[in-house]
């Protein structure tokens, strides 16, 4: 560790010598002080070296929240080792494919998902150690999370960089198979300086962690609240009503949602017997009308908007009633520029690429080095966004550029020709076109135009199971309809802006 380094286990150190009885987890009946944690985290990494993990060695994870996915976390930036945390709601032939482009060393799973992972370890010569976390009854095969746990001895941290790799989070598939986006401890140090300014976290703070740890969203807000030496509060899974309890019970001050989130805690809210005068701060992605609700309900509370990407974490930001319908102005740590499609920076009013350069953004994708240079070129991140400057200095976003169109269904990104290729499975489908539409609840729904094979039919609720059946059942369409041809551009492609135009607005 060099003298200037600072990396998320410094902080942990530091929490446990400042902060040493006050919480800093909370998970279920279990609470761990900041001195209690740290002690997690040094005996858990003490427990990961004698089993053989070393610097880079990988660690997935497939799990809900827990105290131990914390730890977990804690344990492997204190010896460089990086986690590989699995979007949980994947199906197994798509968590093979994760687990298999990162080749991780150990797997950690719950026990919904140790059947899965067990199948894909005693195929593959990568996967030496399988272990429970989470809690649950463990299957055949895995080991207890809490043999890992050893005397941590002497307790001296390894010689760790901060632009050491800490985690790998694998994007929306762009040609058909996600991304492992790989981010440095360095990353979140710098991105959580940007949160702890924008939300106001200190020591006093709670953040309610009702997003997956899988996701970046949950995992750099509890890092952040971690940093400001505050207290994280995490469920295994958002449940409204667990997470209003938590609100009062922990006085919670912070928390990120996406749709559909914010709606299903206004109507249990609304039932009465609540209190949520605490927060003060929350930031995600809602519908307008849903976000003026919770205002009224919570009128000391700041709702944050802002652009972000797995690759790049915060880009810019601010209070949604700054500036309505903005995506707000560059983060404390960002220079954010917009480019045509030859580089060249386009003037104030006009679109062009999202651009960034940060500290906050990735390492590169894993294992892929042609698209890591092409996504780094001429020195700055191009996020695949499209989006204007206006002359007070606000980002609005405008689109994705075509040849990365995006769906976010309740948060989550859905590359169509991921789905595209599922559906074009089905022997009735002869051709297909997936886009995204407004829908009130999950703010974007995915519809899919398709083409049937001469003298074939299906249903489209039997479609919609066999997409489910292929691929995370988020990213199956809520939609189909038939057509008998699709657009097409004079070079002879489906001409997916076309059928936006005639679909898009249909739901």
Request: overall charge negative; proline content about 5%; charged content about 25%.
């Amino acid at each position: 560790m060099g003298v200037r380094d600072f990396t998320i286990y410094d902080f942990i150190h530091r929490n446990a010598s400042l902060y040493p009885d006050r919480d800093a987890i909370v998970f279920n009946d279990q609470r761990l002080t900041h001195k209690a944690y740290k002690e997690k985290v040094d005996s858990l990494a003490k427990g990961l070296t004698e089993a053989g993990v070393r610097l880079e060695d990988r660690l997935g994870v497939v799990a809900h929240n827990s105290d131990e996915f914390m730890i977990l976390y804690g344990a492997a930036a204190k010896i460089g080792a990086i986690i590989l945390p699995v979007n949980w709601r994947f199906q197994p032939d798509e968590v093979a494919f994760v687990l298999k482009d990162c080749k991780p060393k150990f797997v950690f799973a719950g026990a919904d998902y140790q059947k899965t992972v067990k199948e894909i370890a005693d195929k593959s010569s990568f996967i030496e150690k399988c272990y429970g976390i989470g809690g649950g009854q463990m299957q055949a095969g895995f080991m207890e999370f809490n043999s890992l746990l050893a005397d941590p001895g002497d307790n001296d941290a390894p010689d760790i960089s901060a632009n050491a790799g800490f985690v790998i989070i694998h994007t929306a598939a762009v040609e058909g198979h996600p991304r492992g986006a790989l981010l440095s401890q360095a990353n979140c140090v710098y991105s959580s300086l940007t949160a702890i300014s924008d939300y106001e976290l200190d020591q006093d703070g709670c953040h309610i962690c009702i997003l997956p740890l899988f996701h970046v969203a949950g995992l750099n807000l509890s890092i952040s609240m971690m940093h400001a030496g505050g207290k994280n509060v995490i469920l295994e899974r958002f449940d409204p009503e667990l997470t209003l309890k938590l609100i009062e019970k922990e006085k919670g001050t912070v928390f990120f949602n996406f749709a559909p989130i914010l709606g299903m805690l206004m109507d249990k809210y609304e039932e009465g017997g609540y209190d949520i005068s605490s927060i003060r701060h929350l930031s995600g992605m809602d519908h307008p009308d849903n976000i003026k609700r919770f205002i009224k309900l919570a009128p000391d509370a700041v709702y944050h908007t802002g652009f972000a990407q797995t690759e790049a974490m915060g880009v810019t930001g601010c209070p949604i009633a700054e500036k309505p319908g903005s995506a707000g102005k560059p983060t404390n740590l960002a220079r954010v520029a917009l480019f045509d499609d030859y580089d060249i920076e386009v003037p104030v009013g006009s679109p062009g690429e999202i651009c960034v350069r940060s500290p906050t953004v990735f390492l590169g994708y894993w294992g892929l080095e042609e698209e890591t240079a092409d996504t780094f070129r001429n020195g700055w991140h191009h996020t695949g966004d499209i989006g204007r400057f206006d002359e007070d200095g606000y980002l609005w976003y405008v689109k994705r550029k075509a040849q990365k169109e995006l769906i976010k269904p309740g948060g989550e990104n859905v590359y169509p020709i991921e789905v595209e290729k599922a559906i074009l499975e089905h022997p009735s489908i002869a051709e297909v076109s997936v886009i995204g539409v407004p829908d009130p609840k999950w703010g974007e729904a995915i519809k899919a135009v398709c083409v049937l094979k001469s003298g074939e039919s299906v249903v489209e609720k039997e479609l919609i199971e066999f997409v489910g059946s292929k691929i995370a059942r988020y990213k199956k369409p809520q939609q189909v309809v038939y057509v008998d041809a699709l657009p097409r551009t004079e070079g002879g492609e489906i001409d997916r802006e076309t059928v936006k135009t005639e679909h898009g607005a249909k739901y």
